[in-house]
């Protein structure tokens, strides 16, 4: 990577990860962390390594889903049920911050591997650990997917249209949301900590909690009527008419988000139609009275239509774009927002900073454990030594 100036460094140089998780939280998480800078080593095991390598779409050799969620990483090949490749990673420990694992709980203990072990190693690490449910709890030992967890935390409940059956969302908000930022915040509490106490911690994030934690708008109704509101019927889940979504001609649609008054009033007028600025608010048969009005007007026209219109007037009725549209899209492209990584398309780091240098990403490796030479050579392993290990199949 290019050399940056003091002024340019990346907040998280000198922080240094060892990341043992698979498919997509962990790996996302730490993607983030390596994007600002720390140093990831990814822990692989002896055989196929991370299974993501291999699911869905292929780019080559591994899939675009494990290339897009692990740059900027590189791969140690490490069985850590044998001895030698646990005391290797105890040696590794030594000199690491984070450790992020997302195995069932007990597995870390049960590989001779669990807090009380690292910190005896390493009093300032940090063990942060991924799962559906945490580490306590009657579900902690459940398996489960991002379909479980958001069901549980009454999220997947309210998302869908009034009188229909749950929706399932293809941006998985316990997995991303939960797995994903929230162990990015955890990491980054817990190590902010350690460097003022010199105490690292175990950081125990439940997918489950990190979706149920956000549910906002649901709780609110929950207090305020002892129940949550029927699916489709909030107030920005589709139960007024200022805020929704809406098919134009040619079966694209518009989002509308005309919460405010102000905003309201400014496209009803740009519709030509104030008579419907008393229907802002209005539920019941009142609000499907003024929402099919909308759904005719706006079914009138074409999305580029409607787009040349509003684009001059600032009320918050925007497109709703395909993926491959958002890549070209001239805001996100302005932000840096898509990158290239080794010729894949990639989303660019999702907060802006000042005073970071943007460098070359590196790609995420292509084999399994293809940088364990020069990693275990650094930990001041010889060159016989990782010979007799590799045909131990410790590495």
Not at 297 to 303: A, L, V
Request: aromatic share 6%.
């Amino acid at each position: 990577m290019q050399a940056a100036t003091h002024a340019e460094r990346r907040p998280l140089e000198g922080v240094r990860i060892l990341d043992l998780t698979r498919l997509l939280p962990g790996p996302l998480a730490t993607q983030h962390l390596a994007d600002y800078g720390a140093e990831v080593i990814k822990v692989e095991d002896t055989g196929a390594g991370d299974y993501a390598r291999s699911m869905g779409a292929m780019g080559g050799d591994t899939s675009y889903f494990y290339q897009v969620v692990n740059r900027n990483k590189r791969s140690l090949r490490l069985d850590l049920k044998q001895a030698e490749g646990k005391a290797l990673f105890l040696r590794l420990i030594e000199g690491v911050d984070v450790v992020v694992e997302g195995f069932r709980p007990g597995v870390m203990d049960r590989l001779g591997l669990g807090y009380a072990v690292l910190a005896a190693r390493n009093p300032r690490v940090v063990l942060c650990s991924i799962t559906g449910y945490g580490q306590t709890g009657p579900y902690a030992e459940r398996a489960g997917h991002d379909i479980n967890y958001i069901g549980y935390a009454g999220v997947l409940d309210q998302i869908g249209a009034a009188g229909g059956p749950p929706v399932l969302p293809n941006l998985q908000i316990g997995d991303l949301l939960g797995g994903t930022m929230a162990a990015v915040m955890g990491i980054m509490v817990a190590l902010f900590d350690a460097q003022r106490s010199g105490r690292g911690r175990h950081v125990d994030v439940s997918m489950t909690d990190a979706a149920f934690a956000h549910a906002i708008f649901p709780l609110a109704e929950v207090l305020a009527t002892g129940r949550a509101p029927p699916r489709g019927e909030d107030l920005v889940s589709g139960g007024v008419p200022c805020y929704g979504v809406y098919e134009t001609a040619d079966g694209r649609h518009m989002a509308v988000g005309a919460l405010e008054e102000k905003f309201w009033h400014l496209l009803c007028d740009t519709l030509g139609r104030p008579d419907l600025k008393p229907g802002h608010l209005a539920r019941g048969e009142a609000g499907a009275q003024v929402r099919a009005e909308l759904e005719a007007i706006f079914g009138s026209r074409s999305q580029q239509c409607w787009v040349e219109v509003f684009d001059r007037v600032d009320c918050c009725v925007t497109p709703v774009l395909r993926l491959e549209e958002s890549l070209d899209d001239a805001q996100l492209r302005a932000r840096n927002m898509v990158v290239d990584v080794g010729g894949i398309r990639q989303f660019g780091p999702p907060v802006q900073m000042d005073r970071m240098a943007w460098t070359t990403p590196r790609s995420a490796p292509a084999r399994v454990g293809e940088d364990s030479e020069a990693i275990l050579a650094a930990l001041g392993v010889g060159s016989g030594e990782l010979a007799r290990l590799r045909a131990a199949g410790v590495i």
